[in-house]
């Protein structure tokens, strides 16, 4: 396989979920070429978590070093200084110049939250990042999978930033079990055309396990992020990690938040992974 090496800035806080996240990450998707920057940031006024930043550096360590023995690593332990954690998640984007940003943990919810949405800061380190961010929800290994394989799927459109998602779906995809699923919602015929030719030529080129399928939406006036969601919620699929090369109508108030309708939707309500490409 040609070189496929990323670099992760992968966020952790220091719960025994994230800790699990950050291993199972480590485990199952990095490979030797692969930079990996660990950051906790942590509040020393107010601590969340009985591990305290030191013993879990040392744990963090300790796997990089397994995993990527005298690799290019790094570690960012801060005490939060800003009012908002998101906001210092995105200040060390470009410190570290990562291809992806993973939050491996759910951040506070907040009294205002219902069961089952996503914690503020993970809300806008979403909104705010500048790279493309893996929010990641199911702790799943290969080896205990059906397949041996994690299935990967990439809502497109005709736009470049769906094709970018394809070829980082290509990137992550890391052994010959794994597949790729490319669904596309079609709107337009015409349209509709264009898009499967160019991604069944994508899938060829890229020699990967994949298969293009479209599905029509309907005239009950149904939303993109509504039938994508209905899709992966079917019981015949079992997708592990869902990436949005798809950005759908920017109502006013998401308008100002970086991303549109059908990410926002997805991140709340996919039962899986899932990867907002920008």
């Given at each position: ?25 480590l ?20 601590p ?62 907040g ?35 059906p ?90 699929v ?18 100002k ?22």
């Amino acid at each position: 396989m040609k070189n496929r090496s990323l670099s992760y800035l992968i966020c952790v806080d220091g719960s025994p979920s994230s800790i699990d996240f950050f291993n199972n990450f480590l485990h199952e998707h990095i490979v030797m070429g692969d930079r990996v920057c660990a950051l906790h940031i942590y509040n020393s006024s107010n601590p969340n978590f009985l591990i305290s930043p030191e013993d879990l550096r040392f744990q963090l360590e300790c796997q990089l070093l397994m995993k990527l023995p005298g690799n290019d690593f790094a570690f960012k332990f801060e005490q939060k200084v800003e009012k908002f954690t998101s906001i210092q998640i995105v200040k060390s984007i470009p410190v570290v110049n990562p291809n992806l940003l993973i939050l491996s943990f759910n951040g506070p919810k907040g009294p205002k939250k219902k069961p089952g949405e996503i914690g503020s800061s993970i809300q806008y380190s979403l909104y705010r990042s500048p790279i493309s961010v893996l929010y990641m929800k199911i702790l799943e290994f290969r080896s205990r999978l059906p397949y041996r394989g994690y299935t990967w799927m990439v809502c497109v459109d005709n736009s470049n930033r769906a094709l970018s998602a394809f070829h980082l779906a290509v990137r992550l995809h890391n052994t010959n079990f794994d597949r790729i699923g490319v669904i596309h919602i079609i709107k337009n015929t015409e349209e509709s055309k264009q898009v499967e030719e160019k991604y069944k030529k994508a899938i060829y080129e890229s020699g990967v396990n994949g298969q293009f399928f479209q599905l029509e939406c309907r005239p009950e006036g149904k939303g993109v992020h509504s039938i994508l969601i209905r899709h992966l919620c079917a019981r015949d699929v079992n997708v592990h990690f869902v990436l949005c090369g798809i950005d759908g109508d920017r109502a006013e108030a998401e308008g100002k938040t970086g991303i549109g309708t059908v990410p926002v939707q997805l991140v709340m309500r996919a039962p899986c992974n899932t990867l907002i490409v920008k």
